[in-house]
């Protein structure tokens, strides 16, 4: 197991099956911090190395991402319709913006960059749930594709708690409260079949989107504790 997840680490694949299991063993709980109770938690890991920590879960959940729509995709949605997104990939604006241009990277502080990962996890918690409760109640959803979806939600919440920790150290200052999350699903209430499938679809998509931004905020968030002035997105 170990020499796979080494594999994986700088080759980005493994058989699917064995993946998920091993990733179990090496991401643990909350990316190895504890919970002190009332909301308080600890962890004794430099920002360095928590930071790799978060970076790592981040590209893994989007990985996840992508294989869970392409097997969505690939299960539900006729080749005739293989580019529902024309109508449906419409995505809610209120999540933090990408930053167009080097002049908006170089603005940006490292507290926005932690508030965006905090508000785009905290913002996809309840939808991802609502996903897992539409794909149980399909016929034939692929046990693959529920068990992926599932595993999403989870090391989501562990991400989140990780993110809290950066906060706390990095900016010495307790939860950053993003306001009330809107989930996507309130938007679109579909009134047969086909449009339960792609109303799922557009979340997955959408949800692979913001997955993206996470990793690319965290990245760029590490490489300006070493080098701020050669960071960018572009």
Not at 105 to 126: E, P, T, Y
Not at 198 to 221: N, P, Q
């Amino acid at each position: 197991c170990n020499s796979i997840l080494s594999f994986f680490r700088f080759g980005k694949m493994c058989w699917t099956g064995l993946f998920l299991w091993c990733l179990h063993g090496m991401l643990g709980s909350a990316m190895d911090c504890k919970n002190g109770g009332a909301g308080n938690v600890h962890c004794s890991i430099s920002v360095d190395k928590l930071l790799d920590r978060a970076i790592h879960h981040s590209e893994l959940i989007y990985i996840i991402s992508e294989e869970s729509t392409a097997l969505f995709v690939k299960t539900f949605i006729p080749k005739s319709m293989h580019a529902p997104q024309n109508n449906w990939g419409h995505c809610n604006s209120k999540t933090p913006p990408m930053p167009t241009s080097k002049s908006d990277v170089q603005q940006i502080s490292d507290k926005w960059l932690l508030q965006s990962v905090l508000i785009l996890i905290r913002f996809w918690m309840d939808p991802l749930k609502e996903l897992q409760s539409s794909l149980d109640r399909y016929d034939n959803a692929p046990s693959a594709l529920l068990n992926k979806t599932k595993w999403i939600s989870t090391k989501l919440m562990n991400l989140k708690e990780g993110v809290l920790v950066l906060i706390k150290k990095m900016l010495d200052e307790g939860t950053l409260d993003p306001g009330n999350s809107v989930s996507l699903t309130s938007f679109m209430v579909p009134s047969d079949e086909t449009e339960y499938v792609l109303r799922d679809y557009s979340l997955l998509t959408c949800f692979k989107k913001d997955a993206h931004k996470i990793e690319t905020f965290l990245k760029l968030l590490k490489c300006r504790q070493t080098d701020n002035l050669s960071c960018s997105l572009f």
